[in-house]
C-alpha cells in the first residue's frame, strides 16, 4: 500500500494561523467581541462580509456538477456522509485512522501502512452498517434482526 502524499505547501501566515490553533487553549492569549462591529449589523440592510467576499463564497457554495444528470449530486453528498460517519462512528470507539485515511481506504481501498488491520476492518464495517440501512430504509423493521445486522 502507498503512504500518504505530504501535505501541498502553506504560507507564513498560514502556518502562524495553524500553530496558534494548534496550541493549548491555556497558551493562547484571550480575545473578547467587538460589540461596536456587532451592534452595527443591520438584518437585510448591512452586512459583515464584503459584496466581493460574499460573492466568491457564493461562487464556491455553488454545486460543482450543477450540469450533470439528476442524481449525480446527491451521489456526491452520498459518498462525502458514508465517509464521514464511517470515520466518526470508529473514531468514538477507539480508532485512530485519520479522515484521510479513512477516506483513501473506503474510496481507493488503500489502507495505510502504519495502521493495523482492525482499525481498518473497523471503518470498513460502519460502511457496511450505513450501506444496509440507506439500502433497505423502505424494509428495515426495528427488530432483532436488523439490529443484529
Excluded at 70 to 89: E, F, H, M, P, Q
Excluded at 126 to 148: K, P, S, T, Y
Aim: proline share 5%; hydrophobic share 35%; net charge negative.
Amino acid at each position: 500500500m502507498l503512504g500518504l502524499k505530504p501535505t501541498p505547501p502553506i504560507s507564513e501566515k498560514a502556518k502562524d494561523i495553524k500553530e496558534a490553533v494548534a496550541a493549548p487553549e491555556a497558551k493562547r492569549k484571550p480575545v473578547g467581541y467587538n460589540l461596536e462591529f456587532l451592534d452595527q449589523y443591520r438584518p437585510n440592510e448591512t452586512y459583515y462580509l464584503s459584496e466581493r467576499t460574499r460573492e466568491r463564497l457564493h461562487e464556491k457554495g455553488k454545486p460543482l456538477k450543477a450540469d450533470q444528470p439528476a442524481g449525480t449530486y446527491i451521489k456526491d453528498v452520498y459518498s462525502r456522509l458514508l465517509i464521514d460517519l464511517s470515520w466518526n462512528s470508529s473514531h468514538l470507539e477507539g480508532n485512530t485512522c485519520s479522515l484521510l485515511e479513512a477516506e483513501r481506504l473506503i474510496e481507493l481501498g488503500e489502507s495505510a501502512d502504519n495502521k493495523n488491520a482492525r482499525e481498518a476492518q473497523m471503518i470498513l464495517n460502519h460502511r457496511g452498517a450505513i450501506d444496509f440501512i440507506v439500502e433497505g430504509i423502505d424494509e428495515i423493521r426495528v427488530n432483532r434482526h436488523a439490529i443484529l445486522n
